[in-house]
């Protein structure tokens, strides 16, 4: 019995990163990769791309708290897959235009209409949203799917 409980707590510790590549963190189904240079929103999700990946999307409660736990490990700002660009106020994810499942918007955000169109985790909201210009430079999270 002891040996199957060291077992299973042995595959636990395990699966906090099988399945993902060196350098991403596995969450449940998804590994992130947490950027150590910045891009503007656009290259940010081009990068991502390029790595066979798309900027992280929040789908749940659980998953948006493991983002924003995990950017205070972190330092910088850090883009995610969430904008409002294509109509205001109305926020989408980038990769099917679906409307968000889950906001953690911080006290008072957005707050900048039209001049802000991009969702990043912000250091000094402690990881919680705000809205920012798709052209800034910050950090950035991307995920795919664990193997
Ligand atoms: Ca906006």
């Known amino acids: 019995m002891r040996f199957f409980v060291s077992l299973l707590i042995l595959l636990e510790f395990r699966n906090s990163w099988e399945g993902c590549d060196i350098g991403w963190i596995r969450h449940h ?3 992130y990769m947490f950027s150590n240079t910045t891009a503007t929103w656009a290259e940010a999700e081009s990068i991502c791309n390029a790595f066979h990946s798309i900027l992280a999307e929040p789908r749940s409660h659980d ?3 493991f983002l924003i736990s995990q950017s205070e ?3 910088g700002h850090f883009w995610i897959g969430i904008s409002d660009i294509i109509k205001e ?12 499942r ?5 006290p008072g955000q957005p707050n900048e209409y039209t001049s802000a169109n991009c969702v990043a985790l912000r250091k000094i909201f402690h990881g919680y949203w705000g809205d920012l210009p798709c052209s800034e430079h910050f950090n950035f999270i991307c995920e ?3 193997k």
Do not use: I
Not at 90 to 100: A, F, I
């Open 29 to 31: 189904t998804k590994c």
């Open 63 to 65: 998953e948006s708290v």
């Open 73 to 75: 490990n972190e330092v």
């Open 89 to 100: 106020d109305r926020w989408v994810y980038s990769s099917d235009l679906q409307p968000v």
């Open 102 to 106: 889950v906001t953690d918007f911080s």
């Open 144 to 146: 795919r799917m664990a």
